[in-house]
DNA sequence: TTTAATCAGGACTAGAATAGTCCCCAATTG
DNA sequence: CAATTGGGGACTATTCTAGTCCTGATTAAA
């Protein structure tokens, strides 16, 4: 499976809780008791998402974390990327990594290709979209893809 | 990063090798030396590769791996699935799963949605595409997935 | 002013998953 | 029969992840 870690699935769901309400203050415990998480680590990704600045928090009493910006601004790609750094399937994906493959590296092109389908797929859903009832049916054309293969 | 275990990021790099000389047999000692992987590693790779179907093997003297069909009609995909099992971004996306999240569940429907877009294009390249040198440019159209979801 | 609530930041631990290695058996060739 | 090569699986060590906890800073309310 294309793994997503735990905690990035965790944050994607809390996310989506706060863009449910995007006005109102969340704190941690309520976060975690609506969201059936346990507390600590529900601190945990909350931190990071507002390192990243995805949330706002206020501080003291009857503080909590709110989004920093509407729903729909927010896409599911940028959730990712706070937790797991730059979205790419492979090393060499990102910099121009130190890939010692005497073969691979012919490759590395399409790669690049591959990671940024990933990159408009996540990208194109919002956290809006998220909230959202899931649609019937998928249209999905990727044949543009392959046609840039070509 | 969205990962891939290395394992399944050799998986490819082998599979690839292999395409490039599609009736020529390789042996495991052949493939470790050009592809710059250790040979048992290489080893296991190629026993998944060959028990899902990917490659053919050869016993005996002389004997070694070949693609099973034309590189044309094997998918990136496939060879990560192999490897990785269903691709899939969450453990909900794919069983009826154990999901206790009390919040999380509407969510499930949309995440459906955009594993199918990542298939989608990691079903559009195929092996023949990897070795090709790589495309200037990507013209990528994803706008239909964001319209399946409003 | 004091107290309580809440976030910030980081250290720490245990467990699981991964990567990698090795061994013995089966099959084929010559 | 002997040499080569894949088949299958067991095993281990290391890395990574998940999860917990502690201490300090900030704010609101009593």
Known sequence: MLRLSKLTDYAIVIACHC???PQALHNAAEISSSVGI???TVQKVLKRLTQAGILRSE??????????AAPHQVSVARVIAALEG??????CSLAESQCRQADGCDIRGNWTLINRAIQAALEAVSLADMV?????EIPISLG?????LR
Do not use: D, S, V
């Not at 009857?62 to 989004?67: A, D, I, M, N, V």
């Not at 730059?86 to 090393?91: A, F, Q, R, W």
């Not at 543009?144 to 840039?148: D, F, K, P």
């Open 144 to 148: 543009a893809l392959h046609a840039g």
């Open 19 to 21: 863009a449910r309400n």
């Open 132 to 136: 959202k009832p899931a649609p019937r």
């Open 38 to 40: 346990a507390l600590p």
């Open 59 to 68: 501080r003291g009493a009857h503080g909590g974390y709110l989004l920093a």
């Open 86 to 91: 730059p979205i790419g399937l492979t090393e």
